[in-house]
């Protein structure tokens, strides 16, 4: 069975720094999906970035990127220049490649805080 | 936009009582999801199902049925309830395939006295 370690319960920077929120995950797999969901608070949970494992290179989507290190089998997710509205619960989560069951497993999340 | 609906916002029941939670999506996804979210947990699987009448469990089916007669509509039942069900319920859908987003609905807070 997979696990997903996200091991930083809470985290709270200046708005306009560089934050990174890191996470582990344990699997047996080769190929496997990796996401990152942010859920801002009494908001619905929302896709940030996505990362396939056969592709080296790190995904990022404008202020959002990656940091996979397969090998160490970590996903780390970087915002840069952070916004107030950045303020939510971030999961990191992964998919194992498997057409039919396609079904994520969560880690406990980060509870992420911009300070104005 | 796709949109995921769950009945009720807030929902509050008896020990013992049947609950019904009731979820449905727009975009004709075939795969469809109930979470549990609990604080210093996150989100743990409950059931999944990827087609009418098709239903699958997750990591925590007991004391969870589910059903799912048409494609656009999942529902969640308690099957008699008890206060350690007492959480925040997520519902989701993606389509078919693999690396597929999941979207979710805002979620019902469920409390059972």
């Known amino acids: 069975a997979q696990t997903v370690t996200q091991s930083q319960p809470e985290m709270s920077v200046q708005e306009a720094e560089t934050v990174t929120l890191s996470c582990t995950y344990d699997?047996?797999?080769?190929?496997?999906?990796l996401f990152w969901y942010k859920q801002p608070p009494s908001r619905q949970m929302i896709l940030v970035i996505r990362q396939e494992a056969y592709k080296q290179q790190n995904a990022t989507e404008n202020r959002f990127s990656v940091n996979f290190q397969k090998a160490a089998k970590s996903f780390s997710l970087k915002i840069s220049d952070s916004q107030l509205g950045d303020t939510a619960m971030y999961f990191c989560?992964?998919?194992?490649?498997?057409?039919?069951?396609?079904?994520?497993?969560f880690g406990t999340g980060t509870r992420l805080t911009i300070i104005p | 936009d796709v949109k995921v609906t769950q009945s009720s916002r807030y929902l509050v029941k008896r020990t013992g009582e049947k609950v019904f939670l009731e979820c449905v999506q727009d975009?004709?996804?075939?795969?469809m999801f109930w979470y549990r979210q609990d604080p210093g947990l996150g989100l743990r699987l409950i059931y999944f199902?990827?087609?009418?009448?098709?239903?699958e469990k997750g990591d925590i089916p007991e004391g969870y049925s589910v059903s799912r007669e048409k494609k656009e509509r999942f529902s969640l039942i308690l099957e008699s309830a008890s206060t350690n069900q007492t959480s925040m319920y997520l519902c989701?859908?993606?389509?078919?395939?693999?690396?597929?987003?999941?979207?979710f609905g805002d979620g019902t807070r469920l409390s059972i006295l």
């Open positions: 989560a992964f998919m194992k490649q498997n057409f039919g069951n396609e079904k994520l497993t």
């Open positions: 699997t047996s797999e080769s190929n496997y999906y």
């Open positions: 989701a859908s993606s389509y078919l395939g693999l690396n597929q987003p999941q979207h």
């Open positions: 975009m004709d996804h075939e795969n």
């Open positions: 199902s990827y087609d009418v009448k098709m239903k």
